[in-house]
């Protein structure tokens, strides 16, 4: 997983907590491995859509694009 990890606090509301505890035991995972997963795939989710509405954005030119990813 991560060489280096740091406790963090937040705070979920309930429901969403009894969701997160029951899934775990069915799982038999730690909630942080659930909530580390679900987190990886909101992000990775949020960037598609930033890369979709860049593609989208038609003031953006082909070649600044792929300068701005270095390619």
Same mark, same amino acid.
């Given at each position: 997983?991560?060489?280096?990890?740091?406790?963090?606090?937040?705070?979920?509301?309930?429901?969403?907590?009894?969701?997160? %505890?029951?899934?775990?035991?069915?799982?038999?995972?730690?909630?942080?491995?659930?909530?580390?997963?679900?987190? &990886?795939?909101?992000? %990775?989710?949020n960037d598609l859509?930033?890369?979709?509405?860049?593609?989208? %954005?038609?003031?953006?030119?082909?070649? %600044?694009?792929?300068? &701005?990813?270095?390619?």
């Amino acid at each position: 997983m991560y060489k280096t990890v740091k406790p963090t606090t937040f705070t979920l509301p309930l429901s969403l907590l009894a969701e997160l %505890d029951a899934l775990a035991a069915d799982l038999g995972k730690k909630k942080t491995a659930i909530v580390t997963e679900a987190l &990886e795939m909101y992000l %990775d989710f949020n960037d598609l859509k930033q890369a979709e509405q860049r593609l989208d %954005d038609k003031n953006i030119k082909a070649d %600044d694009f792929f300068e &701005e990813l270095g390619v």
